[in-house]
């Protein structure tokens, strides 16, 4: 829950930093641009920094032992054979390669809501005339 509030948190200062650089309002798909393009930047350092600790600081068991955490928060017996095959198809480059796109298209999407919502709650109360 947390991580993707900061994910949408990410858009949102994009879109602020942004507005008081430039010094006028944006449109909320101007924002959303600006918030989409914050979440590609935020998917590219985390998935750096996840490949780095996988497989440079051999960091499988650690992996595991979180995705079977998350797995028994959501009701999921983790001691299934096939949750099981399931689990080590992910640490395969393949599998890894999967779950970053989805990781990455789950960042851009809520990015990109964060500064659209960014966008929408910033404006002036009265425009400038």
């Not at 797995?71 to 299934?80: F, M, R």
């Amino acid at each position: 829950m947390i991580p993707l509030l900061g994910i949408v948190l990410t858009g949102s200062l994009a879109v602020y930093f942004y507005r008081r650089e430039i010094g006028f309002v944006l449109s909320a798909a101007l924002a959303a641009r600006v918030g989409g393009a914050a979440g590609v930047v935020t998917f590219a350092i985390n998935a750096i920094l996840l490949t780095l600790r996988i497989f440079v600081f051999h960091g499988q068991q650690e992996y595991i032992d979180f995705l079977t955490q998350v797995a028994h928060s959501a009701g999921v017996n983790a001691a299934d054979a096939d949750f099981q095959s399931i689990l080590h198809s992910l640490l395969t480059p393949s599998g890894l390669a999967t779950s970053l796109f989805f990781w990455m298209i789950l960042s851009v999407v809520l990015a990109s809501a964060g500064g659209a919502l960014a966008s929408i709650f910033l404006r002036p109360s009265k425009p400038r005339i």
